[in-house]
């Protein structure tokens, strides 16, 4: 037998949990048409770059997640971009370096709010932090290849490998005309891209087609 006072406050939290489930409804209704504007917003970045950078097609309709290795919610990394008063992961995921050397190197990329992060994967430690108001521009080739360079001139230059290149270039992008009041980051197109290995040291990459894809001739130059 339930009472009259039980069913009333049965009643009482039938009605809040009704009006919680609209005020939800309502809520990821608003979630949906801002995913769904964001979604478009990238789809007209993408177009431009599809008229300047060849892109296989099994990429085109890739789904952008931002954050591919669970950044968002790893300690040890949550810890690092703290420790700079840094809250918000943009893009993280697994890429190669090319370093000094010419060796590939696995890193984790990592962009937040104000920076760019060259991680370790295995010991999960920073190998650099780049300031956004730092860099200077991207640069990749117009072929399908996964190349692209990321120019800082006051130190060196990035040279990186990545599927999601364009993600990659979009996001920051986005987060550069934030931090600097609206400026847009120059992304240079060519087949041919010099970029800075250390102080009087640069590389040059030539991208070809040829009849196994795209072929990458690196050649070294030094600068007084």
Not at 96 to 102: F, H, L, P, T, V
Not at 136 to 157: A, H, R, W
Not at 199 to 219: A, C, H, M, P, W
Request: proline share 2%.
């Amino acid at each position: 037998v339930v009472s009259t006072q039980s069913t009333g406050v049965l009643n009482h939290f039938q009605h809040y949990k009704l009006i919680h489930l609209l005020r939800m409804s309502a809520a990821d209704s608003e979630d949906a048409k801002s995913d769904k504007k964001e979604n478009e917003t990238q789809e007209r970045h993408l177009e431009k770059f599809m008229g300047r950078k060849e892109r296989r097609k099994s990429s085109l309709n890739k789904p952008l997640q931002g954050d591919y290795i669970g950044a968002k919610t790893n300690n040890k990394i949550l810890s690092i971009i703290g420790k700079q008063e840094e809250k918000e992961v943009l893009f993280a995921d697994i890429v190669i370096k090319i370093n000094r050397k010419c060796k590939r190197q696995e890193r984790i990329l990592l962009l937040t709010e104000k920076s760019l992060y060259n991680i370790d994967p295995v010991s999960c430690k920073s190998k650099r932090r780049i300031g956004l108001m730092y860099i200077e521009c991207v640069k990749m080739s117009g072929l399908q290849d996964n190349f692209f360079v990321i120019c800082v001139p006051t130190e060196y230059d990035y040279l990186f490998v990545s599927s999601k290149k364009v993600e990659i270039c979009l996001q920051l992008r986005r987060q550069y005309q934030y931090v600097h009041g609206g400026k847009v980051l120059p992304v240079e197109f060519k087949n041919t891209l010099e970029y800075k290995v250390e102080n009087g040291i640069y590389r040059e990459l030539k991208f070809t087609n040829d009849d196994d894809g795209v072929s990458t001739q690196v050649f070294e130059k030094k600068k007084s």
